[in-house]
């Protein structure tokens, strides 16, 4: 059983706090993203957990053993980085065998597991070839490799993906969450890319400065994110937030009036006056061409199957609206554009989310 548990972890450099007491519960076999904009603290934490870096504060315990005081090896734990880290003068197959030759393992049982990290991640072809000869993807699958015949408990990443161009890495998220599949291991993966973080995790953990916003499953976050940072952080393109003022609340929800003239009400709970100050929330997916805002077009990415259209409503601030591919709007011309009630979300003057009542239900 390889959980992972963090609790209270906090981090200093010096009089600089970058993590804020962190608390997590990992699952078995999960694949855990930490993902969050550049600086929040994602690899700091993991080189934490990996034992890299000594947390000011706190503990960290592998599969129900306290592990806060070991040094790395004795983690149980592996780490890919971002950056290969592999031995050029080195064949594929020495460099998957490194860690095996530096515990002295027999060549037989060497042979044996680096054979089983190749097969898997397909680099059965290259063994005999040097990091140099192969393209960023496949260097990538070694460093992968030399993580797998250590058959740790928990298997760490911290952007194993960033050096890879745009189609590769869509490869290889699809090959990673099938290693993790195969392998049937904690896995926990750091990014700063929303898209990987969705597509590949089981959970999601969104840092902000040093603190977790939310922790939940992609579709909890997307359909109920906590916090205004998290309903912007999560979906492309982002989140329009539209500036309103409180009206009343009654059986039927929240009345408010956009700073830009027009009322809604929209069926969310909690505690709200007359005169608050409150963000409404709008998906630009969830917008359609019909009576509502009134919004100048300035540019049009026709995509195909879908419009993105950012235009100008008359307050001057932007909005982005996830039209029709076929939509017959041009650059240049007013549009309306409107979302039902129920879509909508609501971020108090703190940036917290007041309770949506009719939210979609969660996929599985
Ligand atoms: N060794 C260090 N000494 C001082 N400050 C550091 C050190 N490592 C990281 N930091 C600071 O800690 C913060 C978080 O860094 P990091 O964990 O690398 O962020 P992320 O991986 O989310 O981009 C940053 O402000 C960074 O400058
Ligand atoms: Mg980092």
Redesign the pocket.
């Known amino acids: 059983m390889a959980t992972l548990d963090l609790s209270s972890i906090t981090?200093s450099?010096?009089t600089?706090a970058?993590?804020g007491g962190i608390d997590l519960a990992i699952r078995d076999k999960e694949f855990v993203v930490?993902v969050?904009?550049?600086?929040?603290?994602?690899?700091?934490?993991?080189?934490i957990i990996a034992g890299l870096?000594d947390a000011t504060s706190g503990r960290i315990v592998i599969g129900g053993n306290d592990v806060s005081q070991l040094p790395p090896v004795e983690r149980g734990i592996s780490m890919v980085f971002q950056s290969y880290a592999l031995y050029p003068h080195l064949s594929v197959y020495e460099n998957i065998a490194f860690p095996l030759r530096v515990a002295r393992l027999p060549e037989a049982e060497v042979a044996a597991k680096v054979g089983r990290a190749a097969g898997i991640l397909q680099l059965t072809e290259k063994l005999q070839l040097k990091p140099g000869q192969l393209s960023g993807g496949q260097r990538q699958r070694v460093a992968i490799g030399r993580s797998i015949v250590r058959n740790p408990k928990v298997f760490l990443f911290?952007?194993p993906l960033s050096n890879l161009d745009a189609a590769l890495r869509g490869d290889m998220r699809v090959e990673l969450s099938q290693l993790h599949r195969d392998l049937s291991a904690t896995m926990v993966y750091?990014t700063?890319d929303q898209v990987e973080a969705m597509t590949m995790a089981h959970r999601i953990v969104v840092?902000n400065a040093?603190r977790v916003e939310q922790f939940g499953t992609p579709m909890e976050l997307y359909h109920h994110p906590a916090t205004r940072f998290v309903a912007t952080f999560i979906g492309q393109p982002n989140m329009n937030l539209l500036p309103a003022t409180v009206l009343g609340q009654d059986a039927a929800g929240l009345t408010v009036e956009l700073d830009g003239g027009g009322t809604m009400t929209l069926p969310v709970d909690g505690q709200a006056q007359k005169g608050d100050r409150v963000e409404v929330g709008m998906r630009p997916e969830n917008l359609h061409i019909g009576p509502g805002l009134t919004m100048k077009v300035r540019v049009l990415e026709r995509l195909g199957g879908a419009s993105i259209t950012y235009g100008m409503l008359p307050t001057g601030q932007r909005l982005c609206a996830v039209l029709p591919g076929d939509a017959m709007i041009r650059e240049g011309e007013e549009l309306s554009v409107a979302i039902a009630p129920a879509d909508a979300h609501v971020f108090d003057a703190s940036g917290a989310v007041m309770r949506r009542r009719q939210a979609p239900a969660l996929a599985a």
């Open positions: 981090k450099f010096g600089h970058v993590l930490f969050g904009p550049s600086g929040c603290g994602k690899s700091t934490l993991l080189r870096e911290d952007e750091v700063h840092l040093g």
